[in-house]
């Protein structure tokens, strides 16, 4: 009980600063105050708060903003962040609208049973929000330091959930005739995202020099998605089964995708080798946002392929 508590109190925490965010008037009183009119609201990496130079290969487009309302008109304007912020709040609004088709009649053409449309629903909600969280991380993440990280927290957060939602959900397709092992598998992958999940709400560890600690964490929820993928590929007679041949080439194309890059995004690639000239557009972090989104409409595609395969539809 104590414990539930505690992720009660720190929940109501949350959403009391969420509200205060959004309903309180500007003033020199706020979190992030206000803008310094005498401060040019576009910088070079020397004169950017040092909590926004992580990469220290984007040597401009820094914001200096300061106000939520800064924030939100900026969404229009020409910075390093401006690529980070449409590349997945365009597929937020994307995503959404293909939901409303699924909904509509796409669900019925594939013949989905209620199940399928529930589970469906979960994933694809789970992947719009991680890609609504990502988008408001990076219109608010130049405010101050505190909203950095607590906009990265749920940023965080929001992946951990997309990729939950991804290797967990896919096992009842996986092994629909083998249901014995949901259990198992989902319970594993459940603890393994606990870990930097708990490391993020707990006061020792949530500093920024864990960040890289938790990312190992999502690297290793990953790979371990390819053990519960190969077994169940084993049961169904190996390459021969035609629902492995319907699905196995998207589950390749998506983990391709969310490895690849990942491993451009950590190596900081290219701006590594050209220092201050994809400030704006092609560095890492823009390269790792397109990979997820692709990744998410495909894996979104998968689930109606697992389904027209398991149907003998295809």
């Known amino acids: 009980m104590s414990k539930m508590r505690m992720f009660s109190d720190i929940f109501d925490n949350d959403m009391r600063f969420l509200k205060d ?4 008037p500007k003033s020199q009183s706020e979190i992030c105050g206000v803008d310094d009119e005498t401060r040019p609201f576009i910088c070079a990496i020397e004169e950017a708060p040092k909590f926004q130079t992580t990469n220290r290969y984007i040597t401009g487009g820094y914001r200096t903003w300061k106000s939520r309302e800064s924030c ?19 597929p937020f609004i994307a995503l959404l609208f293909r939901y409303a088709q ?22 694809i909600l789970a992947y719009v929000t991680m890609f609504g969280l990502s988008s408001i991380y990076h219109v608010f993440n130049c405010c101050c330091c505190d909203c950095y990280r607590y906009w990265y927290g749920w940023d ?39 870990v930097p999940i708990i490391m993020l709400f707990h006061e020792e560890y949530r500093d920024e020099k864990y960040d890289d600690h938790r990312a190992v964490g999502l690297g290793v929820f990953v790979v371990f ?61 823009q390269i790792w946002h397109i990979g997820t989104a692709t990744a998410v409409f495909h894996a979104r595609h998968l689930y109606f392929q697992y389904v027209r395969a398991l149907s003998g539809l295809t």
């Open 72 to 90: 939100i008109k900026g969404i229009l304007q020409w910075t390093n962040e401006t690529i980070n912020i449409w590349s997945h709040l365009g």
């Open 102 to 123: 699924d909904i509509l009649h796409n669900f019925d053409e594939a013949n989905f049973e209620p199940f399928d449309k529930k589970l469906c629903s979960l994933m």
């Open 21 to 24: 965010r959004i309903s309180k």
């Open 225 to 285: 998605n390819t053990i519960p993928t190969v077994h169940s590929i084993v049961l169904r007679g190996g390459l021969d089964s035609p629902v492995v041949r319907a699905t196995l080439p998207t589950h390749l194309l998506c983990v391709a995708l969310l490895v690849g890059s990942f491993i451009v995004y950590a190596c900081q690639f290219p701006e590594r080798f050209l220092p201050g000239r994809v400030n704006y557009i092609g560095n890492s972090h």
């Open 156 to 194: 965080f957060i929001g992946i951990c959930g997309s990729i939950y939602a991804y290797g967990t959900g896919f096992l009842f397709l996986q092994f629909r005739d083998a249901p014995h092992w949901i259990p198992l598998y989902a319970a594993i992958k459940t603890i393994i995202l606990a």
